[in-house]
């Protein structure tokens, strides 16, 4: 396994639309595997291939408070949502430093391939709900800052460029 470099905000590349993995290979689960790895050392509760700079349909989340529930989806995809929108305060390992509160559909349907390639179907609510939604998203080369007010979205690039020339210096 190995920690991969995560994207930050505003690289172009987070804005790739991924594309679907065709047959769960050892490639795949090396990959899966990897996002884990890298997920964990980063402390975060779910990363996407899309932020690794690999645009291929794969996430792993795990919102347990033990860390010891890891999950890696391939090709997920949201297939219903119920209830009500709810609140969440989120944040992105490729948008270090803001959290902001993200309304989405409280309870989904998930339909995905897990890591050996089985058709898996799963509902969500809660937290880990928002978090394949924000998952997925990146899939899509979408970021949670764009649910935010377009003010709050130009002061977060405006600072994350500041961030990055000062790392450069
Ligand atoms: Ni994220």
Known sequence: MAVLDILHHPDPRLRNVAFPVE???????????????????????????????IARRVIVVDVSRERNAPLALVNPRVAAVHGEEAEFEEGCLSVPGVYETVSRPERIRIEAWDRDGNAVSMDAEGTLAACLQHEI?????????????????QRIRKRALKQQREALA
């Open 137 to 153: 998203d990146h899939l899509d080369g979408r970021l949670f800052v764009d649910y935010l007010s377009r003010l709050k979205q």
């Open 23 to 53: 047959a769960v290979d050892d490639e795949v689960r090396q990959l899966a595997d990897d996002l884990l790895e890298t997920m964990y050392s980063a402390r975060g509760i779910g990363l996407a291939a899309v932020q690794v700079g």
